[in-house]
């Protein structure tokens, strides 16, 4: 099982809809959660963390967090086509005592206008 | 301030032959990482630096692969040689402090491609 699993989509919704795009992660001691953001040929750009079990929102955007589970997810209310872009999960994990992301494969999604 | 920069954007380069990338990270920042990302794959940590310390280095293929961070600020990633898998985008990131405090910015990354 890899330590971080994404749906690679793609994901495709229209303007103004919502966007859910889900992780699943494999350590349980796991503490940090990331999502970044990565536009084509660009890189990654930091959009929001979590470190506690519940919702955490930052404008259109919310994660949430289910560490029972090993779940995180990345809410997009109000998608405009600017949020087309790929969007990677990453997670800090316990094992092996290093301060390093570890990233899923991302997920592709497009806002159709 | 200026970002995580990274040298060349771009560099192709014959299957065999050396190739160095460079990264200067945003200023004060002592944590350095390199990663690689393949084609539709997430970043993946080559090696982590605290300062001019390599602190993690265990994905870092080294029969091939190097890297030095002297004065604990710029840093330079080499292949020699270069094989047609290395073929990747190469990204430099730097955070203030641990990750589980503090963001980690990349920089706009080296694509390289051997032929």
């Known amino acids: 099982q890899k330590e971080v699993e994404q749906n690679s989509g793609p994901l495709s919704v229209p303007e103004g809809a919502i966007a859910s795009l889900n992780c699943t992660y494999s350590?349980?001691?796991?503490?940090?959660f990331f999502w970044y953001r990565q536009y084509s040929g660009k890189s990654p750009e930091l959009i929001m963390f979590?470190?506690?079990?519940g919702d955490k929102e930052d404008g259109r955007f919310t994660a949430q967090l289910n560490k029972a589970s090993q779940y995180v997810s990345l809410l997009i209310r109000d998608s405009q086509p600017s949020d087309s872009a790929t969007y990677l999960c990453?997670?800090?994990?316990?094992?092996?005592?290093?301060?390093?992301?570890?990233f899923g494969k991302g997920t592709k999604l497009t806002v159709n206008p | 301030e200026a970002g995580v920069v990274q040298s060349p954007r771009y560099k192709i380069i014959e299957k065999k032959q050396p190739v160095a990338f460079w990264c200067n990270p945003i200023?004060?920042?002592?944590?350095l990482y390199w990663y690689r990302q393949n084609l539709g794959q997430g970043p993946e940590l080559l090696i982590r630096?605290?300062?001019?310390?390599?602190?993690?280095d265990s994905q870092l293929p080294k029969d091939r692969f190097s890297a030095e961070r002297l004065k604990g600020v710029d840093s330079t990633l080499k292949i020699q040689p270069a094989e047609l898998g290395d073929s990747a985008v190469y990204l430099c990131?730097?955070?203030?402090?641990?990750?589980?405090?503090?963001?980690?910015?990349f920089g706009q990354g080296t694509r390289l491609t051997v032929v």
């Open positions: 990131a730097s955070s203030l402090e641990a990750l589980r405090r503090d963001e980690a910015f």
């Open positions: 200023s004060g920042h002592n944590t």
């Open positions: 630096y605290e300062n001019e310390e390599a602190v993690d």
């Open positions: 979590i470190y506690s079990n």
């Open positions: 990453a997670v800090i994990p316990t094992q092996g005592g290093s301060e390093k992301l570890v």
């Open positions: 350590d349980r001691g796991s503490q940090s």
